[in-house]
């Protein structure tokens, strides 16, 4: 997570908090309600039945990425528990579950295994002291003279269940101090273990935001500003009104809401529904023009964000020079599950029910829309049905949205979007230009790099006026520090489309841009792309361990299938390192991507199928990006509505996918994310091995691009015009 | 209207453009099936048909009146459908949102491929979306439940 996000996350709740509780039992009556009847509430995160059935309380939202499973690893090792009697929900929104890093309560930036392995671990174990102490107490014997296994506390011949104990236990003060296992001991930790949540995800019982249902409740949907910024100037309610099933028809700040006895009626009520709008300059926006302008603000320098030696004069001084403009477009997220959130307000309470990234943000924006504190707030936080950023609202749109149509409609209201809401409502990936210039020696060896980035800003840019986000990627580009003069400069200009952290943020178009271009210089350089990078990677054995497991794995360097090519690309960020080798031919007038080797050293892989999953989804994720993703917009309009129009991957064209795990225990990193980056590159330098073409521009399109000067050879490289 | 769903016959009363979806999702409270897209673009709402997978976004209640509907939670009891047991051994679900409709599309094309080819799975499963992209885990699940069903026989 970028220091931007995580700012974000730190003053949303009001500042930052820098020391944490665990293991505290709980209090107040939020805490008590998320106590099952008859169980004890050991801590915040535990409560444990008279049957043995712990119950872990998830502080993190579980949106496909394992984290629920991830999370009651953690705790169940250091418990001892029996992992067949644990179980998950996800935690209330309360300070008590404050990521154990950030200080407020969300979920992004792939860090919740990083942030909450030392604070989840101790958990578990404070918890088991106190079962000890209890077993102890009840005993009379020393508590060193206790073991534990599988959900029992152990003396002699002698055991006891954590259940019968539960009750006791939950009546002690937590240990000051606890020691936690040595690696060597662990049995849960870095074994692979099946998803808690699969049960209820395979028989439909799961239940989304989408899902819930609350007695009295109303359905709206709102008809939305049709360019942004737009604002309403009259609208006219009758013939909405004259819906069956359509109740009200009410005026939130982000449009107009039809609410109704269910969603049929308001869909049908909202395209009733007449609504004369003042557009504003939003109606100008024209996303080809904007990469026009873009691509010519890339000729000139932004502002400094890291530097070494005199580029320019390198530059200038350089027996060959490369220059390319790579640029990627506005993307949508569309997650599975359309956004939603349904809100009870009742006096000075109120009560929230949806699939959230950021809890703490969702729950100090609507208690300022409401006039209420924070814990007078109840957020439920449901199953995420997808999200790859879009319910990490900055502003808490979504959510703030449904309070407010619950408020206005004085009644209690599940606002629900449409895929058409979801592809057309904006916070989109942004658009983004990267100019790279580069000089070779004779060798071919790259003596200057100068990378001109253009992008609006997802958070607003820091003291040194960089938006952190927009150069995920750049600042940790492991190749810079091998390259004697190198300038990367930003712009950051306000655009008025409003964006947001897309999986994988500013890597999904850094990594594009640097690794394609890296294999420009290779081909420039007549140098295999995977030795060309091992030189500049000299000395960084993370990298290095990555690239030599991906050649190995990928079968880099032997001839590839007939008709096909193979392209290889390698990417860091959310301290995680990891390379792809995607090979692909061209069938017809479709590109087509038949296997991808995936390798990642994510440091300690907690749980590495988990990992595995992640990088097939990111990968899947990153592909629908290069080959078909793109918002446009003319006359303001967003020309993309469905499934249609915004194609993403579906199954016959999904590759095949193997992952490897670098056996590491270097610096722990995520895994959420970091799969989608290298895949587009990837591809694109495996197009380049196979047609000569160079496509610079995503999503690929086989009739842009570079002319090819002389027949490729499939899996090698070639000089570039 | 009268409709069967999950053998039972239910009483609804809708409008008469009311696609079946959200007969099942607001009117009945079976909520398993999901809304992606409105548009049988995405497979989130997929349901049977007198044994055959529909999209519940593009069909009324009165087009299935008459007729066997079946929503995930009637699949099986319990999750022990074949479909639902090889899910969960091979791990597939992330977010699980497009999954009810994943494993009705692929029930129903066992019910008439009891051994599909990977053409055949591709082509069936064509129609229905997973932003997660776990295409090759359903894949390999959907072999999986073919096996299950099979020892059953």
Redesign the interface.
């Known amino acids: 997570m970028s220091l931007s996000r995580r700012a974000f996350l730190g003053t949303a709740a009001g500042g930052l908090v820098l020391g944490f509780s665990f293991g505290l039992p709980l209090r107040g009556r939020q805490v008590a309600e998320a106590a099952g009847g008859g169980a004890a509430v050991i801590n915040a995160f535990l409560r444990i039945a008279p049957d043995g059935t712990m119950t872990i309380l998830c502080n993190h939202s579980e949106m496909g990425q394992g984290v629920w499973t991830m999370v009651a690893m953690l705790i169940a090792e250091e418990l001892d528990a029996d992992w067949s009697a644990v179980r998950v929900e996800h935690a209330p929104a309360a300070a008590a579950y404050a990521d154990g890093v950030w200080g407020t309560q969300g979920t992004g930036g792939s860090f919740s295994t990083v942030n909450e392995f030392d604070r989840l671990r101790r958990v578990g174990a404070t918890a088991r002291a106190m079962l000890v102490e209890a077993a102890a107490r009840k005993w009379k014997v020393a508590v060193e003279q206790l073991r534990t296994r599988d959900g029992f506390v152990v003396h002699g011949e002698v055991r006891i269940s954590y259940g019968a104990l539960a009750a006791a236990a939950a009546r002690l003060a937590p240990p000051a101090h606890v020691t936690l296992k040595d690696s060597r001991h662990w049995k849960i930790i870095g074994t692979s273990r099946r998803r808690l949540d699969s049960p209820e995800k395979v028989t439909g019982r799961a239940i989304f935001g989408a899902d819930v249902r609350v007695p009295g409740m109303l359905t709206a949907v709102v008809a939305r500003a049709p360019v942004f910024g737009a604002r309403v100037k009259s609208f006219r309610a009758d013939p909405a009104l004259k819906i069956p099933g359509v109740r009200k028809v009410v005026q939130v700040p982000t449009g107009v809401a039809v609410v109704a006895d269910h969603f049929w009626a308001a869909h049908n009520g909202r395209e009733a529904l007449q609504v004369d709008w003042d557009l504003g300059p939003g109606a100008a926006l024209d996303t080809d023009r904007l990469a026009a302008d873009f691509r010519e603000r890339s000729a000139r320098p932004g502002r400094l964000v890291v530097a070494h030696g005199d580029a320019a004069a390198a530059l200038s001084r350089a027996p060959r020079k490369l220059e390319a403009i790579y640029e990627v477009p506005y993307l949508a997220h569309a997650p599975m599950e359309p956004l939603n959130a349904t809100v009870r307000i009742r006096g000075r309470r109120a009560e929230i029910w949806t699939g959230t990234q950021s809890q703490s943000a969702d729950q100090a924006a609507a208690s300022k829309i409401l006039g209420l504190r924070p814990d007078q707030v109840v957020l439920h936080t449901t199953f995420l049905g997808g999200s790859f950023g879009r319910r990490a609202s900055a502003n808490a749109d979504f959510v703030s949205e449904a309070v407010e149509v619950a408020r206005a409609s004085g009644a209690t209201v599940k606002t629900m979007w449409t895929r058409e809401d979801d592809i057309r409502g904006g916070w989109y990936r942004p658009l983004f230009v990267h100019r790279l210039e580069a000089g070779l020696d004779a060798a071919g060896a790259p003596l200057a790099w100068r990378q001109t980035i253009v992008g609006q800003p997802t958070t607003p840019p820091g003291k040194n006026g960089i938006d952190e986000d927009s150069v995920h990627g750049v600042t940790n580009c492991p190749y810079l520090a091998a390259i004697p003069a190198h300038r990367v400069t930003l712009h950051s200009p306000s655009v008025g489309v409003p964006v947001l952290w897309w999986r994988s943020v500013g890597s999904t178009h850094s990594a594009f841009a640097i690794e394609s271009f890296l294999d420009e210089l290779a081909a420039a350089a007549r140098i295999d792309p995977a030795e060309y990078r091992r030189r500049l990677l000299a000395g960084l054995t993370r990298h290095l361990r990555v690239l030599d497991t991906l050649v190995e794995k990928s079968g880099w360097g032997r001839r590839p299938p007939q008709g096909t090519a193979r392209g290889l690309a390698i990417h860091s960020w959310f301290d995680s390192t990891v390379g792809q080798v995607a090979e692909v031919s061209i069938e017809g007038t479709r590109i087509k991507v038949h296997r991808v080797t995936c390798v990642i050293d994510c440091g300690l892989a907690v749980n590495p199928d988990g990992v595995a999953a992640q990088m097939q989804s990111g990968i899947i994720y990153g592909l629908s990006a290069a080959l078909y993703g793109k918002i446009n917009l003319k006359g303001g309009r967003v020309q993309e509505s469905n499934f249609d129009g915004y194609r993403v991957m579906r199954m016959a064209d999904a590759p095949r996918v193997e992952t490897f795990i670098v056996p590491s225990r270097d610096k722990m990193g995520g895994a959420g994310e970091p799969g989608t980056p290298p895949i587009a590159p990837a591809v694109a330098n495996a197009l380049f091995a196979l047609t000569g073409r160079r496509l610079r521009t995503l999503p690929f399109d086989l009739g842009a691009g570079t002319a090819p000067s002389r027949p490729p050879r499939a899996g090698a490289e070639r000089v570039k015009d | 209207m009268k409709l069967n769903v999950n053998g039972r016959d239910r009483a609804v009363e809708a ?1 008469g ?3 079946l979806l ?1 007969v099942l ?3 009945l ?11 049988s ?2 497979g ?1 709402c997929t349901v049977h048909v007198d044994g055959k997978a529909v999209r519940s976004c593009s069909v009324t209640a009165a087009d299935v009146a008459g007729k066997r509907v079946t ?3 009637g699949l099986s009891r ?2 022990r459908h074949p479909v ?1 047991r090889a ?2 051994e091979v ?10 409709g994943q ?1 009705m599309a692929a029930a129903a094309l066992l019910a008439e491929r009891p051994r599909p080819s990977e053409a055949e ?3 069936a ?2 129609g ?12 390999a699940a959907i072999v999986r439940a073919a096996e299950l069903a099979g020892g059953r026989r």
């Open positions: 409008p453009d009311m696609p959200w999702r607001d009117l409270g079976l909520t398993g099936t999901k809304y992606g897209c409105g548009e673009l995405c989130a929503t995930i939670e319990g999750g639902q899910w969960a791990d597939v679900v992330q977010c699980g949102y497009c999954q009810s494993i799975i591709d082509t499963m064509k229905n979306i997973c932003r997660c992209g776990t295409y090759e885990r359903i894949r």
